[in-house]
Structure formats: structure tokens, C-alpha cells
């Protein structure tokens, strides 16, 4: 660091309205300088980290019918893989509807074989024209009729080979099993084996906790420059920007910012933890000092000959005493003014009211 001695009185000298520089005229204040250190990794803060889960990462097993709750393969907290079977529920009323289902095949069947035989007889003028049209008529309302049939049963809960083997067998299946959608943890459990359940009523939560997403309120400075996919670190860890809020806490002033964090991550949903943030950028660091508020933007003082010259900057991230900024023209062997700014400043501010 380099000790300068600059006149007090300054005279300004007007460039363009970002290079403004301060001549040396009489009088001394003492001004330190310091050379900007290259690097590549932006300190962004400390900030409060929330585990949280995406809707993906959750999924609620409620009842597709009513009936008995014939078999419960597991318990609570339990890990479980997707496709695994968790519980047999034993239905009337889904065997009713597997009933009109098989009765509806039956017609269509039937109906189909019908149209078939008449076709010819009616191209022939064997039969009568109204005849074929009815068998063709009825053909048509079994054909929709199983097909509504077969997609309610689907949304109760039934796979699709069990229809299908259904449609085949004309069998109906006495009970329905429920397997796990996603790979997991048994979060909660509502039911116990030989329990009634309602259509629709909760039956348990499956949870998949590597899922976690970090969500961290970050100043809207910092979080407008990210956008989705960006590359972060915490600690030594990487992280990715899974997503940015549109809008602004009004009370904080502050915007969430989803972040994907490494497989193995420790966090769970709802734990919070202290962070802090990086930003793999190429940057200067310098001293906090340097840097001042000026125009409604942000500046520092850069050594041109004899006098300091007003260069405008972009601060990408604070720590306690360092910023982190970019800036044009700046260089590794730069002097930039890092004490004695505040009279710098008020030298510029005095020299434009004059």
C-alpha cells in the first residue's frame, strides 16, 4: 500500500461525465492507494438458508375407493422404492363398477359380432336398412360406455395391464393395489390394516428428501443479476439456480432464490442454516473503503499522473471490509485511492458546486 500526499486545494479538471479528474493545487491531505487483486470467485454474503421441497418431492396417497384396508406392506418412516406395493384395498364399489365394466365388453362384443353378420346381408338387401343401423347404433354406445369405463377405472387406481387383463379375462379383481409413485419415505401413515376408508380420505405421504431445494432471500441487487441455471457455490460445494421470484418481498426488500444444491446435501425440508454465498465471476477485489456513493451509482478514485480520476463501478458483492466489483479500465497494477476518499469526494462535490 502506497502513501501519497495531495494537495488540499484541488482544482477540477471536467473530462466526460465518468472520467472527472482532481488536479493537485495547494495544501496536503494524506491519501493511501492499494492495487485491486484479481479473482475468480465473488463473495455474495451470508445468508439464511431454508430446506424446502418441490411439489415433485411430495406426493399425498389418498384413497382411489372405499373399502377395506386389506394388507399394509409398510410403515411409517420406512424407505421405499418406486413401484413398490404399499397396501391392498379390498372394494364393493369398485367391484360394482368392475361389474359394469365386464357387462358393457359383453355388449360390445356382442354388438360388434352383430354388425359383422349384417353388414354383408344388409349390402345384399337380405335384412332391412333399420336393422343394421340399430345393431350399428348400439355398437357405438357400448363402445363408449367401455371406454368411459375403463378410464374410471384407471382414475381409481387400477394400471393399466390390470385393465387390460380385465378386458381380456371378463374377471373382476377383488381388491386394488396401491404402489409407491416415487421413491422415498413413508412421511406419514393414516391407516391401519382392517380400517374403512372413504374415496378421497388421506392415507400417507411419501416424501423423497434428496429433493431438497435451498430458498434463500437475497437483496434484489444480487438476485437480478441471476437467472435460471447459473452456477453458485456455497462453501466449496456447487449450487444451481433452479429459479428467481418475479416480485420483491415489500417488507425485506428482498427476492427468493430456489437453488439446487449437491447430491448428499445434509439439509432437510424445513431446517435452516447459515450460508455462505459464491459466485464463480472474475472480479477485483479492494477494500470497502474505496468504494464511494456517487451520482446514484457507485465509484472510486484511480491514480492518473498527479491527480485521481473519478472511475465508475459495478459492485458485484461485499464482504465485511472488501468488495468485490467490476469496472472499465481497471487493472491488476491500477492505484486506487482506499483512504482519504471521503475528502476526494467532498473536493468533487465542492468543485461542481462552484
Known sequence: MRKIVVPFLIALIFG?????ELAVTAGTIAVKTQKPVE???VYLGSFLARGQLPASAVYRIDAPVEGIVQNLSVHIYESVKKGRKLLLIKSPELLELEAKFIDTLIELEYYRAEVERLKPLYEAAVVARKRYLEAQNMLSKFETQSSFYRHLLLEWGLSRSQVDEMTKSKKPLATIAISAPIGGVINDMAVYPKMYV??????MTIIDPKGVHLVLALPGKIAKRLKKGDRLFIEENPVVVESVSATVDARTQTVAVHLLPPKGSSLMA????????????KAYRLPSSAVIEYGGGEALFVKSGSKFRLLRVTVLGRSGREVYLLAPGLKNDTEVAVSGVIALK???????GD
Open 198 to 203: 372413504s374415496r378421497g380420505e388421506h392415507m
Open 39 to 41: 479473482t475468480s470467485r
Open 346 to 352: 467532498g473536493a468533487l462535490e465542492g468543485a461542481e
Open 16 to 20: 466526460s461525465a465518468d472520467a472527472k
Open 270 to 281: 424445513g431446517e435452516k442454516r447459515n450460508v455462505k454465498l459464491y459466485w464463480p465471476k
